[in-house]
């Protein structure tokens, strides 16, 4: 039997453990039973049967929950999750996540032990299932792959199989308060790629192959599905934690959103959202996503434009919870982001430090909307909570710049 432990030898904390199949359904059928009290429903195809093992499993990832719609089409196979290392600093929440086989991962940082884990599932002729995107869709749309994620693919010479997700953004957006109800999330499992072609292909070929495949727009998913109508009378709360500048008069951090409206503090209302999404056809964009565009590109040509831009604000530093939770006080200090990177000075445990990442070891800083942004230091998450927390988008959008542009220049 797989991960089969000697008699009075206990597994290391982090080491990848086998898969509680039992325990593994009773979280599944929780969840999909919540999910139908809150009225979303999952629809699956399986074009493939049972995938055959070792092989990886790639998921898009617009969701907090896409391992639920994962496992809709996985669980009897028991896959082996990679998560954010995050929700392994709670005990119990972490107790769980390894009963299940799931194993941590510092994202978009060195990481050697999950990279470790991921080789010993494979290696021991079991499945591994990741989203390798590794953060939530911002605005609903596929980000990006870290070039180390294909390399490691590549390398691995096994299958390559995807399960393809729709809806599940919409259901629970990143920034939204709640899941909707009349909200569909498909999920598709199905081969992208042979182990011989694994081992034949460039790694270009596997790069293209691997986004063309898990690409998504849910908004041009949604005009797919014309029948589905999203029920909440909270529709467009939470959009001023993902948009932050107000196209009519340009304001910053001036959006306030109630209901399905959207209205800003200097100009008044704005526009309203429907239950599809859709923002009144008298306003300046026609969804979240196309304003989210827009945004980004005034922040892109500021950053060109701009020689010494800058992100600067006071922080709260939060470090690795206690077990009793996620997150727990470190201190305070400021953050700056700019082309040499993100420094933090301040306080941290009591003692007074000055932390800088460059932007390579940077990538993305991810981030909690409205809440917070992130960045992992080896195995130690450094959560930082900014004065306006609306910003915290901002410093992920500006990362995400600063990182291609700088790359750009030196190609």
Not at 94 to 104: I, M, N, Q
Not at 192 to 199: G, I, M, N, P, S
Request: glycine share 8%; hydrophobic share 40%.
């Amino acid at each position: 039997m797989a991960f089969r432990q000697q008699a009075g030898r206990k597994a290391p904390k982090n080491t990848v453990q086998p898969v509680n199949g039992f325990l593994m359904n009773v979280l599944y059928y929780g969840a999909r039973f919540y999910l139908f009290l809150c009225g979303v429903r999952i629809r699956t195809v399986n074009k493939v049967g049972r995938p055959e093992k070792p092989s990886i499993v790639l998921c898009n990832h617009g969701s907090f929950i896409d391992f639920i719609y994962a496992a809709a089409l996985l669980r009897r196979d028991k896959p082996h999750f990679i998560v954010a290392r995050l929700y392994f600093y709670h005990k119990l929440l972490g107790w769980l996540l390894r009963k299940v086989g799931a194993f941590p991962k510092s994202m978009f940082a060195m990481d050697l032990e999950s990279t470790k884990n991921s080789l010993t599932v494979l290696k021991k002729g079991e499945i591994l299932a990741m989203m390798p995107e590794a953060r939530l869709s911002t605005a609903g749309r596929f980000e990006d792959i870290q070039s180390g994620t294909y390399s490691f693919i590549k390398k691995s010479g096994v299958t390559v199989y995807t399960v393809k997700i729709g809806g599940d953004y919409l259901a629970d957006p990143k920034w939204g308060k709640g899941f909707r109800r009349g909200a569909v999330a498909d999920a598709e499992l199905d081969i992208l790629f042979t182990a011989e072609q694994v081992k034949e292909l460039s790694l270009e070929q596997l790069k293209q192959g691997i986004e063309q495949r898990l690409f998504f727009d849910e908004f041009q998913w949604l005009q797919q599905h014309p029948d589905i109508h999203y029920r909440s009378p909270r529709i467009a709360e939470g959009l001023e934690n993902i948009l932050t500048v107000c196209p009519a008069c340009g304001g910053k951090y001036t959006l306030t959103t109630d209901g399905n409206a959207v209205s800003c503090e200097h100009c008044g209302a704005l526009t309203t959202m429907d239950d599809r999404y859709c923002f009144a056809k008298d306003f300046r964009f026609e969804n979240p996503g196309r304003w989210y565009d827009w945004q980004l590109a005034l922040l892109k040509k500021e950053i060109a434009e701009t020689e010494n831009f800058t992100l600067r604000s006071k922080v709260e530093l939060r470090l690795p919870g206690d077990g009793s939770s996620l997150t727990r006080h470190g201190g305070h200090g400021i953050c700056t982001l700019n082309r040499e990177g993100l420094t933090y000075a301040g306080t941290k445990d009591g003692e007074t430090v000055e932390l800088h990442f460059s932007l390579g070891r940077i990538y993305r800083l991810l981030f909690g909307a409205g809440e917070n942004f992130e960045i992992y230091d080896g195995t130690q998450i450094l959560y930082f909570v900014p004065e306006e927390k609306r910003s915290a988008v901002d410093w992920y959008m500006a990362s995400m710049l600063l990182y291609d542009m700088t790359a750009e220049a030196e190609e």
